[in-house]
């Protein structure tokens, strides 16, 4: 089991890591063409997009608060590079 949680966790270390990147080319795109990089609307519109989608056993006040946890730690790790 210890080894399938490890197996999990580099995944998900994985996934941030390539969120990560994808927000860096969104926040470039952004600045670009002179846009704001934090969108209130689509913050919410993914944090209820991932609300239906998730099939548990998560909490909704669990992906709550790995999804605000998630949004702070990309917008500082992204702002580390673009500025």
Same mark, same amino acid.
């Given at each position: 089991?210890?080894?399938?949680?490890?197996?999990n966790?580099?995944?998900?270390?994985?996934?941030?890591?390539?969120?990560?990147?994808?927000?860096?080319? =969104?926040?470039?795109?952004?600045?670009?063409?002179?846009?704001?990089?934090?969108d209130?609307?689509?913050?919410?519109?993914?944090r209820?997009?991932?609300?239906?989608?998730?099939?548990?056993?998560?909490?909704?006040?669990?992906?709550?608060?790995?999804?605000? =946890?998630?949004?702070?730690?990309?917008?500082?790790?992204?702002?580390?590079?673009?500025?």
């Amino acid at each position: 089991m210890r080894d399938a949680i490890m197996d999990n966790d580099q995944k998900i270390v994985a996934a941030i890591n390539a969120r990560l990147k994808l927000v860096e080319r =969104l926040r470039a795109y952004k600045a670009e063409v002179g846009l704001e990089f934090v969108d209130p609307d689509r913050e919410r519109w993914m944090r209820d997009y991932l609300v239906a989608a998730n099939p548990g056993p998560m909490s909704e006040e669990g992906l709550d608060e790995i999804y605000t =946890l998630l949004l702070a730690l990309t917008k500082r790790e992204t702002a580390a590079d673009a500025g």
